[in-house]
């Protein structure tokens, strides 16, 4: 019994040391690559190796809501006040229970109209429709049965008057200059598909019409945290993938899509959960199947600016979605896992995204059920192992660091001597607590999936501080 | 392997971090402030040599020689560029001399700057767009020079050159810039181009001259550019794009242009064309159709009001929106149209109570501005 288990810890240890060094090795390529293409990109912009700014491609943005009364209002001024000239604004209410519709039409003096509404993808019905001609750009309201998120996104798209769609969150704001940034890439490449936005935490931010007007870092530890999580992750599995067009995640809360392609490929399925990553999965298999040249693009200079959730289990919520939707998405497109067809996008994106996101918190859970194992039976060199650790989050701490100082110093942001020094104490705590309380959180996401399925995500809003 | 090595190249790893990190900090502080200071020490030398040229005339040779050493480097350039912007604030009119004066430096940089990685090589063209350096001035050189770089993959370099000829008012320029366009595999967003166009700072009938001089030789989609263009500039081409319009030998995209064009101007002769092309027909795309309806807004007459009132009962979605819309912007009203709002088709009753439903809004909108005003 003693040499079995001993025998099976020594296996244990081999392939924690290769997972690690896959992981660690990535993480250093990606912040790397990552830091520099941020680096040149301010180069760029410093050299005025740019486009000029008066070009407008006709974009519709979509804004699914529910029960967002406290902050749908202050959503549609923030989109109003956008430095672009050809656009229109639709926002689907899918069946709120609270007064989000009601608040809409009366801030912005919408009237009912009978509008058709061609249906090119399978939605629930609209039960009425509001628009108005009294703002710089057409607003439409569409109130709808309910029927998650993605249905009501399918609605916006069938709506859009216009060729590309963005789609955002009902609490996000887009910065002034997004529009025009992430309609760049659809300039300098004919077979852009897709374009995703880089969201930022917008917590204790303070913004006048879409320009930040004092940054800050969250006062929330938790939302702290997260900013320093979302950095990381944007110079890992952004950047990096972009190089190759290997993106697989446009986030929910601000992408620009090619309408006719996303329609042909069958606009967002509404029995997932991770509608956003099944999006672009699917246009990676649609095109590739098809034998459509395409590119997916990341424009590191479009920047919405969103809400962390700043409770636990707020926090957890969320967490779970995302990962019952990572797992739905990659599920439901498995043909790609090896497959030579898809190139770089099976053998790098999708086996990044099932061994270092998927499957990780099981890995990582596993890896501490292990070691309470070994310590049971006297089979772990403690102090070997704490300076491990100890090296392993130092190293993971630098790069988060890196990460999000790159961030910081590109966007022309400044901060504060003490917000820096929180930065360098939290990344640490960020990287020892947060991730193994969110690696189990992930872990129970599959408890009662089934009731959840078509359910919204919630977390608490506050109103958003917009002057 | 041994776990300690792993542990050393962990380390080295995190030492490397902090050390790219510090580096790029310090540098990228450095380079601000030098930039800053240069640009200020820049204008003052500028600004003495403005002096002197007012005084005699001419710019120094030791100017011009100083000159050109310092903006062959990027950042000299750069704090350059800084204090022209405030000079041509400050003293317009000298400083366009004295730009004139180093048209020989700029010539002999234009050489260095095309050579260079594609950042540095768009950052010359910007400039001289900037602070129009081809206005006016016969230099082919540089013209050559700005050519060569529409070869470059990089979409900004590219599209600076092409932003720098816009400035020279050479119409032979810009149509050889858009035949190398043309005939390269490099991707070009036509929007880019027919937008751009519109900034030609010479003469624009000699730049539409050319364009249709050269119009033939082009690939459908520059044709189909080249309409776009014209569709913003100008309403003077209707005869040439209305026989454009209906040559079978043209590509549908480009006589889906000549359709949009003669929207825009409307142009009696073609106006039995445009019904014709109204009416669906079995053996043409259903986009002429569409197209048609649409343009059919800017030609009144009872012939059109029949086309449209009959496209509202297409089964194609565009032709039916495009009828409508139309129809509402000829001014028809719910009296006039009650056969079909009351009809048996629901589609068509539909999209027309919608159209009726935006011109309310459309109003609302007018009403409340004139309360304002």
């Known amino acids: 019994m003693y040499d079995g288990i001993k025998l099976f810890l020594e296996w244990v240890g081999y392939f924690f040391i290769a997972y690690l060094i896959g992981y660690s090795t990535f993480l250093f390529l990606s912040v790397v690559v990552g830091s520099l293409d941020l680096y040149k990109r301010n180069r760029q912009e410093m050299l005025k190796s740019i486009l000029p700014s008066d070009y407008y491609l006709p974009i519709s943005i979509i804004v699914p809501a529910y029960n967002e009364e406290v902050t749908v209002a202050d959503t549609v001024r923030s989109l109003l006040a956008l430095d672009y000239r050809s656009y229109e604004i639709i926002v689907v209410d899918d069946g709120s229970k609270d007064r989000t519709s009601e608040v809409l039409a009366e801030t912005f003096d919408m009237h009912l109209v009978h509008r058709p509404i061609r249906r090119q993808i399978n939605c629930q019905r609209e039960e009425y429709v509001y628009e108005t001609r009294a703002q710089k750009v057409a607003v439409t309201l569409i109130r709808k049965k309910n029927g998650g998120k993605a249905d009501a996104l399918n609605m916006g798209i069938n709506a859009a008057n216009f060729p590309y769609f963005i789609c955002m969150d009902a609490d996000s704001v887009l910065q002034y200059d997004s529009l025009r940034r992430i309609a760049q890439p659809i300039l300098e490449n004919g077979n852009v598909v897709a374009v995703g936005g880089i969201v930022r935490i917008s917590n204790d931010v303070e913004l006048e019409n879409g320009r930040v007007k004092h940054y800050r870092l969250p006062r929330n530890i938790l939302a702290f945290m997260q900013v320093l999580e979302y950095d990381r992750s944007f110079l890992a599995s952004r950047i990096l993938f972009d190089r190759f067009n290997g993106s697989l995640i446009i986030s929910g809360a601000f992408g620009l899509f090619k309408k006719d392609t996303v329609i042909a490929a069958g606009g967002y399925d509404s029995g997932t959960m991770g509608e956003d990553m099944e999006l672009v999965v699917k246009l990676h298999e649609y095109c590739t199947v098809n034998n459509i040249d395409y590119a997916i693009r990341y424009a590191s200079d479009a920047i919405c600016w969103t809400q962390a959730p700043e409770r636990l289990r707020d926090l957890c919520?969320?967490?779970?979605?995302?990962?019952?939707?990572?797992?739905?998405?990659?599920?439901?497109?498995?043909?790609?896992?090896?497959?030579?067809?898809?190139?770089?996008?099976?053998?790098?994106?999708?086996?990044?995204?099932?061994?270092?996101?998927?499957?990780?918190?099981?890995?990582?859970?596993?890896?501490?059920?292990?070691?309470?194992?070994?310590?049971?039976?006297?089979?772990?060199?403690?102090?070997?192992?704490?300076?491990?650790?100890?090296?392993?989050?130092?190293?993971?701490?630098?790069?988060?660091?890196?990460?999000?100082?790159?961030?910081?110093?590109?966007?022309?942001?400044?901060?504060?001597?003490?917000?820096?020094?929180?930065?360098?104490?939290?990344?640490?705590?960020?990287?020892?607590?947060?991730?193994?309380?969110?690696?189990?959180?992930?872990?129970?996401?599959?408890?009662?999936?089934?009731?959840?399925?078509?359910?919204?995500?919630?977390?608490?809003?506050?109103?958003?501080?917009?002057? | 392997m041994p776990v300690e090595i792993l542990i050393y190249i962990y380390l080295g790893m995190c030492a490397g971090m902090i050390l790219f990190n510090i580096a790029t900090a310090l540098l990228s502080r450095r380079r601000e402030h030098r930039s800053f200071r240069d640009g200020i020490r820049l204008e003052l030398t500028v600004s003495r040599e403005l002096d002197r040229l007012a005084e005699t005339g001419a710019v120094s040779e030791r100017h011009l020689r100083f000159m050109e050493r310092r903006l062959r480097r990027v950042n000299g350039m750069a704090a350059f560029d800084a204090a022209l912007e405030r000079l041509c604030v400050r003293r317009p009119e000298l400083t366009r001399s004295y730009l004139t004066a180093l048209n020989g430096v700029t010539i002999t940089l234009a050489e260095d700057y095309c050579r260079r990685d594609e950042i540095e090589a768009a950052y010359f063209p910007y400039i001289i767009r900037k602070y129009r350096l081809l206005d006016g001035q016969e230099n082919e050189a540089l013209k050559t020079m700005l050519l060569d770089l529409l070869h470059e993959s990089s979409i900004y370099c590219r599209e600076n050159a092409m932003q720098a000829l816009y400035t020279s008012g050479d119409a032979q320029i810009i149509v050889r810039a858009l035949r190398i366009i043309d005939a390269s595999s490099l991707y070009y967003h036509s929007k880019l181009l027919s937008d751009g166009l519109l900034n030609y700072t010479g003469d624009t009938w000699e730049l539409a001259d050319a364009l249709w001089e050269a119009f033939d030789a082009f690939q459908p989609w520059m044709q189909v550019t080249l309409l776009n263009y014209f569709r913003f500039s100008s309403g003077a081409y209707c005869e040439k794009i209305h026989a454009l319009l209906n040559d079978p030998a043209q590509d549908d995209e480009v006589r889906f242009a000549c359709l949009r064009y003669l929207g825009r101007y409307p142009y009696p002769p073609a106006y039995a064309d445009l019904l014709r092309y109204a009416t669906p027909s079995e053996n043409a795309r259903w986009e002429y159709a569409a197209i048609a309806s649409f343009v059919l807004a800017s030609y009144p007459g009872a012939e059109t009001a029949a086309v449209l009132k009959r496209n509202l009962y297409h089964p194609n979605w565009y032709i039916r929106f495009n009828a409508s819309k139309s129809l509402e912007q000829l001014g028809f009203g719910y009296r006039d149209l009650i056969d079909v709002i009351e009809g048996h088709d629901r589609y068509a009753s539909e999209i027309l109570r919608y159209r009726f439903d935006v011109r309310e809004l459309e109003e609302r909108k007018e009403d409340a501005v004139c309360t304002t005003v």
């Open chain 1, 317 to 467: 919520k969320q967490r779970k979605r995302w990962h019952l939707g990572l797992f739905q998405s990659m599920y439901k497109h498995r043909v790609m896992f090896s497959n030579h067809r898809f190139g770089a996008v099976s053998f790098v994106s999708y086996l990044y995204f099932l061994i270092y996101e998927l499957l990780s918190p099981f890995i990582e859970i596993f890896g501490v059920f292990t070691m309470v194992l070994a310590w049971w039976f006297d089979l772990i060199n403690v102090p070997f192992m704490l300076l491990f650790f100890l090296i392993y989050a130092v190293f993971g701490s630098v790069l988060t660091l890196t990460a999000f100082f790159s961030r910081i110093y590109t966007a022309d942001l400044t901060l504060s001597f003490g917000d820096g020094l929180k930065a360098v104490c939290l990344c640490l705590f960020e990287l020892v607590f947060l991730r193994f309380i969110l690696a189990w959180v992930r872990c129970t996401a599959f408890i009662g999936y089934r009731k959840k399925k078509l359910s919204w995500g919630r977390i608490e809003r506050r109103e958003i501080d917009l002057k």
